[in-house]
Nanobody, 114 residues
């Protein structure tokens, strides 16, 4: 059963940048569409971005032009580079297979605040 470990979350000021990482436990990772999700306090978990095994990407409108999703299939890892961060990006960030059908990891907390 695939497991995910997210890391890289931190407290950052508005306008700042942060990079998140996701490590998957099994090699089937390289065959699956992968995604980043986030859940803000009091809100439902939402899809942030997803990436196909071949590298095709898709982003939710609110992060287009600011976030970049990438993956390294040989290492079973995925990343999310976040630039121009806003307070509304504050959330716990999770990685999963798309559209979120595998067991969830612990996530990593991102807080954007001055």
């Amino acid at each position: 059963q695939v497991q995910f470990v997210e890391s890289g979350g931190a407290l950052v000021q508005p306008g700042g940048s942060l990079g998140l990482s996701c490590a998957a436990s099994v090699s089937v990772f390289r065959l699956r569409v992968m995604a980043w999700f986030r859940q803000a306090p009091g809100k439902q978990r939402e899809l942030v971005a997803h990436i196909s095994p071949g590298g095709n990407t898709n982003y939710t409108e609110s992060v287009k032009g600011r976030f970049t999703i990438s993956r390294e299939n040989a290492k079973n890892t995925m990343s999310l580079q976040m630039n121009s961060l806003k307070p509304e990006d504050t959330a716990i960030y999770y990685c999963n297979t798309y559209p979120g059908t595998s067991p969830w990891g612990q996530g990593t907390q991102v807080t954007v605040s001055s």
